[in-house]
């Protein structure tokens, strides 16, 4: 991340960061979940720490240790999520969302192990909508505070993959979308990333394929000119 080490343009700011994918339980051994590691949302911490911010990282189910000088809040499901990020935000200069949020979590939770044997079997499982924590960010967000957003898409019949970033931009009111194209597939977990930078100005800028290191460094240079 060409010697972050050396610049501290970040001091004095504070940052929360969501990182990795929730898990909504079914029963007390199964969950629904996804397959984001966190490698990226934890690169955004490590950087930004490294440039001098205090940084919280909300980590949801993130196989690592935390980057030096990170406070980590660990969290398992979309709602714990939620709450911890809600209770960290106020006081932050920038939120950024990398976090793979499940969009529909298992309606009840069973007490025990659903049993394959038992009387009754379960076609279908019941889903319920999660909260969206981006969009309820940026209705509570403080003022002069950026709320960045995390996005992966495909291209479709209905649009490409900017086009659709486009409207979630517009849709979801943040201050900045990061944009990873995954039509190609095999992102999740890769230690290398590519994306476009959209913001709500207008203006987008890509970031070549490289470590999520260098992305992330990217992300930061797109905040900075942009807080107060
Ligand atoms: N996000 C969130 N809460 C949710 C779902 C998503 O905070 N319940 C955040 C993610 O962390 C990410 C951004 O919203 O920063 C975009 O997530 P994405 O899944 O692409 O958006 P959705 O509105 O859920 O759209 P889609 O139908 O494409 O899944
Ligand atoms: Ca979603």
Redesign the pocket.
Known sequence: AGGDVLRADLTGRRVVV?AGGTREPLDPVRYLGNRSSGKQGWALARVAAARGAEVVLVAANVDAPAPFGVRVVPVGT?EE??TA?LAEAPEADVV????????FRPASVAATKLKKDSAREPDSVPLV?????????VTKRTPGQLV??????TGDDTGDVLA?ARA?LA??G?DL??VNDVSGGGVFGRPDNAAVVLAADGTATEVPRGSKDAVAAAVWEAVLPRLP
């Open positions: 969501s979309a999520l939620r990020v950024v969302m990398t976090a793979a949020v499940a969009d909508r999660n909260p969206d924590v981006l969009a309820e960010l960045v957003g995390f996005a992966a898409e659709h979630k849709r979801k943040c979308l990061v």
